[in-house]
């Protein structure tokens, strides 16, 4: 799993690809800012709970609900365990690696 620490923060300013000032976010959600270690790049992952992460990207109801009985609420705070701490959750590696895929999918995504 990508290593990452998150600050909260309501409507953090994005960049233009053709201006590096920055520009106000015009979508009213609160996001969460995620700073991957991998690469020190930051991540805005848009304020999803589990259940529309699962739907949205075809999740499907069991890894949904581990997932929910397992306590996570965002699909940014998914990215804040590792993948031992998913296996321990009792999630198989094809849930796993569905999840780190939509995951990724979400990340890129965002930005």
Do not use: W
């Amino acid at each position: 799993m990508l290593k990452s620490s998150v600050m909260k923060a309501k409507n953090p300013p994005r960049t233009n690809a053709s201006s590096s000032n920055p520009t106000p976010n015009s979508e009213t959600a609160e996001q969460e800012r995620h700073f991957v270690s991998v690469s020190g790049k930051p991540f805005y992952v848009p304020a999803m709970t589990v259940v529309n992460f699962c739907e949205t990207y075809d999740l499907g109801e069991n890894i949904r609900n581990r997932l929910e009985d397992e306590e996570f609420r965002t699909a940014g705070s998914i990215l804040e365990v590792s993948e031992a701490t998913l296996y321990d959750a009792g999630f198989k590696g094809g849930q796993i690696a569905e999840i780190k895929k939509a995951l990724k999918e979400l990340l890129n995504a965002s930005n």
